[in-house]
């Protein structure tokens, strides 16, 4: 019986092109990934089944933790016409190189008395541990109101558009200290809130 | 100058990339996957208007279709019907309450009484913010549409009868 002759291929591929293909997906995906900023009141937020992305513009939030609260506002611009009218209302005058250094702070929690020794430090120092103390509540010196008063007085100014409020709290925290932020907010007429929360699968 | 020879024959220049094409995947499958999960959730919630001057906050409940739920300490809660004091609480932990939702649901809905059915979730002092989250997100699960979040007026009754089974 004649036998069909089959040609033997080589199994080995050129892989080079796979290689580059790769590298440049990667390349891509790193410099389109936003770098997590580091937080300076670490929280782990509580898990949801809801699907609805928090706002990357024209957002504050608000990060509840060991009984402290931090404030941050979405923009760097908008940041930087926050600070401005803080400084306003406090009588503190900050030059624009201070301003400029406020508007890549991410999420803060000092009081506006100690802001200007706060922007003097480097990013390394101002995460250690008893640098943030946290933004005042107090009814006598509501620090807090007008975080969120003249951040949104900024995002209307600067992108015309309301801003919205999330707050951020850890799973632990008790009610009482979320309420007493919640009733800051309410006093303002802010009666929507978000509340960040991680994904989780819904159960059917 | 004297060249090193290292033999006559050239070696072939070409390199097994197989490994490093694996390797490649790999980090592009990691980034992939960590970038989508870091975006984080919000749950939209509203808080009623604390302006009691304005004539359209006050909202008109039906006792039969009311259902209110306290939230207390260790992820326990009270939950009665109607009026305060009317029915006495029924004290579950917070994962066994979605069955009671759906139970008074179904009797408040046969009883033919107009208007929704309404949760009115009330956290005292003793649960914390997770609790708070957990019950919003199992209302909205339930897809139970009116529901009211009251934090402002716990009644002293219902305060002691938290206080009596040890929740608050």
């Known amino acids: 019986m004649p036998r069909i002759k089959v040609k033997r291929t080589s199994t080995v591929t050129d892989m080079t092109a796979m290689c580059d293909v790769a590298a440049l ?19 782990s937020t509580p898990s949801s089944t809801y699907e609805f992305k928090v706002p990357v513009e024209n957002n504050a939030i608000l990060t509840i933790g060991q009984g402290k609260v931090f404030f941050e506002v979405a923009g760097q611009k908008v940041k930087a016409r926050t600070l401005e009218l803080i400084g306003q209302q406090y009588n503190i005058s900050f030059t624009p190189e201070e301003v400029k250094k406020f508007s890549l702070v991410a999420s803060f929690g000092v009081p506006v008395s100690g802001l200007k020794s706060f922007l003097a ?22 620090q807090l109101n007008s975080w969120v008063l003249q951040a949104r007085t900024a ?38 809130f978000l509340l960040v929360t991680n994904a989780e699968a819904r159960r059917k | ?9 050239k070696a072939t220049p070409r390199v097994d990339m197989t490994p490093m094409v694996d390797l490649m995947f790999l980090l592009v499958t990691f980034f992939i996957l960590t970038t989508s999960i870091s975006t984080p959730q919000a749950m939209d919630i509203v808080k009623p208007d604390k302006d ?9 409940l039906k006792a039969s279709k009311t259902m209110t739920i306290l939230l207390g300490k260790n992820d326990k809660v009270a939950w009665y019907m109607g009026e305060a004091g009317a029915t006495a609480p029924t004290y579950e932990n917070l994962s066994q309450v979605e069955k009671s939702i759906i139970e008074n649901r179904k009797v408040a809905d046969a009883s033919g009484v107009k208007g929704e059915f309404v949760v009115l979730v ?14 919003m997100d199992e209302l909205e699960i339930l897809k139970v549409k009116v529901r009211q979040i009251d934090d402002d007026n716990i009644l002293d009754s219902e ?10």
């Open chain 2, 1 to 9: 100058m004297a060249e090193l020879n290292t033999g006559g024959k």
């Open chain 2, 52 to 60: 009691d001057n304005n004539k359209d906050n006050r909202l008109e």
């Open chain 2, 159 to 168: 305060k002691e009868s938290m206080k009596s089974q040890g929740i608050l």
């Open chain 1, 25 to 43: 997906l990667l390349t891509f995906f790193i410099l389109t990934a936003t770098a997590k900023q580091p937080e300076p009141l670490a929280v």
């Open chain 1, 155 to 192: 995002t209307a100014e600067v992108n015309s558009q309301p801003m919205r409020v999330s707050i951020k709290g850890d799973s632990k925290e008790e009610y009482p200290v979320v309420k007493k932020i919640i009733d800051v907010l309410q006093k303002q007429k802010v009666n929507k």
């Open chain 1, 121 to 142: 430090l480097d990013g390394g120092e101002r995460m250690k541990p008893g640098v943030q103390t946290g933004i005042p509540t107090d009814s006598t010196d509501n």
């Open chain 2, 122 to 135: 009330k956290p005292t002092s003793g649960s914390n913010f997770k609790n708070f989250v957990d019950i």
